[in-house]
């Protein structure tokens, strides 16, 4: 015997007079009675075996004074066994369940649907969340399973949710975290209540149903408050949640839930349906209005959603053509600053063997300070030339490529993907080109004025002849 069946004994074992109280955390068992019936109730073995966990209380209240099992059961000859007393029966629950959900009445479970206390059946996205109640048969929505409450074991079992469930959870939550305008959201999504098999309990389909309703109608809402909705298209108007109903079209409205969680076209698909709700619904509307115009809403955001698209495609292209002509002509500009470069490089070598030639036409003639100074120009030459090339071409590669993400970056109608393919296309290689010769370029600089340099410098020192270092040593030794 385990707690769960002990208790649904002792509700089955009280008198007629019995009344409850039950949420997810807490029950309680109210029992008006004659004390005669009181003692023979709390003298049964259900109330033995539930009094002996500490999450179970048991209290009868006689002429204003609380007496436990223990103390009634000692005292009970000293009462008048014919007097009406009160009995109490808790159980705390939420001490005694740690990873399901009982609930031992149904009407009370439905209640909790029906005022959107339902925070307890948020799964963790990882494992299914398990509810016990008083049902025939089992359902599961791929994240919550009902549970007929007889089939309670102690045993902890673990149901995990199907990696596909998983994805999709995630998914939604990224959207409702980043996308949306919901701040705080403590429901189960929609998705964690949407039942595949139809629930044969009339008033447990009914609850669920409108838990669905409101709960979609909450994330499809820019703001809600206590009993209304704020919804802000083509207008702004308030959707009251006046009274519980039951939905002809939640399944409907589920449909448009799913529609609407796109990853990639929330803002877009929100805003239609936010837009077509706001032309059908007048301001102080209620939910049991809106559910009965459902069907011709969602007619027309399919409508407006294709036209949309249809849009959608034409400026994709229209996007795709002028982005591709941005990239060819940006190749155009890269690979005439590549010319410009070659260019550079057919100069500096020129410069270069026009010092050569300077160096055996002036050296062959003996004039070598001339020579020297033809040099020294050569060198200034390359140097002042690097240095404005330098500036012009280190970083244009850089700036080019940063000119085309900012032009690209105004299209959103084109995927990044697809973005990057032209650019890879029409961009990437030239700019490798670029940078390539960039650097060959440098490397010719910098070694042919080195070389130059060198040659200035070996020219200088044949120039100063060893016999006149020589003199000048003894010229200085005469001093």
């Known amino acids: 015997m385990n707690i769960v069946n002990s208790f649904i004994n002792v509700i089955n074992l009280a008198p007629s007079t019995l009344t409850y109280e039950e949420n997810s955390e807490k029950v309680t068992l109210n029992i008006n009675s004659k004390l005669s019936n009181i ?28 007496y436990s099992r223990n103390e009634l059961s000692h005292s009970f000859k000293h009462l008048n066994t014919n007097e009406e007393v009160e009995c109490r029966v808790n159980l705390n629950k939420k001490s005694e369940f740690l990873g399901e959900i009982v609930y031992f009445f149904l009407d009370e479970f439905c209640e909790d649907l029906k005022n959107v206390n339902v925070s307890f059946l948020k799964c963790n996205g990882l494992e299914k969340k398990l509810v016990y109640i008083p049902i025939s048969n ?23 949710i199907p990696e596909d469930n998983v994805l999709a959870y995630q998914n939604h939550c990224q959207i409702l975290k980043y996308k949306s305008n919901i701040e705080r959201y403590e429901s189960p999504l929609p998705l964690e209540i949407n039942f595949k098999n139809e629930i044969q309990e009339e008033e447990l389909d009914n609850s669920f149903k409108y838990l669905l309703y409101v709960l979609i109608i909450k994330l499809i809402a820019i703001k809600s408050e206590n009993n209304y909705f704020l919804i802000n298209g083509q207008s702004t108007i308030k959707i009251y949640d006046d009274n519980f109903f039951i939905p002809n079209n939640s399944s409907m409205l589920y449909e448009l839930y799913d529609f609407i969680f796109d990853k990639d076209k929330y803002y877009d698909k929100v805003a239609i349906t936010r837009n077509v709700i706001t032309l059908y619904e007048f301001d102080n509307t209620n939910l049991n209005t809106l559910d009965q115009k459902l069907n011709r809403i969602y007619e027309t955001i399919n409508a407006h959603f294709s036209a949309y698209v249809q849009d959608s495609i034409e400026n994709f292209f229209k996007s795709r053509k002028d982005i591709v002509k941005e990239a060819y002509e940006s190749g155009i500009i890269i690979q005439e600053h590549t010319d410009q470069i070659v260019r550079q490089i057919n100069v500096i070598i020129l410069g270069f063997f026009t010092a050569i030639l300077s160096i055996i036409l002036l050296y062959s003639r003996g004039e070598k300070w001339i020579l020297f100074m033809v040099l020294l120009i050569h060198i200034l030459y390359f140097f002042i030339s690097f240095l404005i090339n330098r500036k012009n071409y280190k970083c244009r590669d850089e700036e080019l490529e940063h000119a085309f993400d900012v032009y690209s970056s105004e299209f959103t109608t084109l995927d990044e993907n697809k973005i990057d393919k032209i650019k890879d296309d029409h961009i990437k290689k030239p700019l490798k080109k670029l940078k390539d010769n960039y650097k060959l370029y440098s490397r010719i600089a910098i070694s042919l004025g080195i070389l130059i340099l060198l040659i200035c410098i070996g020219l200088f020192l044949s120039m100063v002849s060893w016999n006149d270092i020589h003199e000048f040593l003894i010229d200085k030794d005469h001093f």
């Open 138 to 160: 089992s359902y599961t929505s791929g994240y919550l399973n009902l549970i007929p409450i007889e089939e309670f074991t102690d045993e902890q079992h673990i149901d995990e």
């Open 39 to 66: 003692i023979e109730f709390s003298n049964s073995s259900e109330i033995e075996f539930l009094e002996k966990s500490d999450n179970v209380n048991f209290n009868v209240k006689y002429r204003k004074k609380n």
